[in-house]
């Protein structure tokens, strides 16, 4: 854990927000990558990219107060933290998936070229973003054998836990992966949105099971999830499932139109 990345007099650098920076230039050069594919300006997806993190950011935040509202209801002062914490990764999505669509209709932009084009960038900024979890000492997995090799410290609990946040990286890595070789075979307009939405919410039903626990095992550091009251699922895992059902939805929708990504590049109004 280093949640601190230097300290130059009273400026501290925070690792999570660093990495977040990171997480986004990477997604803007992967989108960036693949505009041409789709016969989109690169000025266009970075002014879309600015108001999907704003957006993504915001969404964020909302959600996660709602998450935990009596809280926040308790210590207002807290509401309006500008630091990267207290974000979920289910507020980002969902704001950010909006404000593509609201920009593309805005600026009357093929929607499905736009989600398309993020989707696999949203996918790789999210991996990225996990290591931001991992230095900051949140979102950890459970607690591990003592001689297991990978085992990290966590702060306030004695016992060495899984570094979930690294197998989470590594499961949208290859999720990227997969994006990029099945979008290389050809889809069609809007699949590649779906795809992306079943490998990630299914990369994030797994993750959970890494860190899930009683509430009492949450409140001796041991886990960092809790089952949703007495069910065998975390709310993370439900909203997971949703979205993999939605993307499901999205690709058996969009393999019926007749809208193949490699004879849609062109170009899309400035």
Partial sequence: MHPILFKIGTFQLHSYGAVMVVAFIAAIWLANRRADRYGLEKAQISDMAFWALV?????????????????????????????????????????????????????????????????????????????????????????????FPLGIHVAGSTQLHHPAQAYDTLMNLVVVGILLLWEARGLQLGQLTGLALIFHGTTRVIYEFWRAGT????????????????????????????????????????????????????????
């Fill in 55 to 147: 957006s993504g950011v915001l969404g964020a935040r909302i959600v996660f107060i709602l998450q935990d509202l009596p809280y926040y209801l308790a210590h207002r002062n807290e509401l309006f933290s500008l630091q990267f914490q207290g974000l979920t990764s289910f507020g980002g999505l969902i704001f950010g998936a909006a404000a593509v669509v609201i920009w593309s209709i805005k600026h009357k932009a093929p929607i499905w070229k736009f989600l398309d084009v993020s989707a696999p960038a949203f996918v790789l900024g999210h991996a990225i973003g996990r290591i931001g979890c991992l230095l900051n000492g949140c979102c950890f997995g459970g607690v591990c054998s003592p001689s």
């Fill in 215 to 270: 509430q009492a095992q949450v409140d001796a550091g041991d886990a960092s999830s809790t089952y949703w009251g007495n069910l065998p699922f975390t709310q993370a895992q439900a909203m997971a499932a949703l979205i993999v059902m939605v993307g499901v939805v999205i690709f058996l929708v969009r393999a019926k139109k007749q809208q193949p990504i490699n004879s849609a590049a062109t170009p899309a109004p400035a």
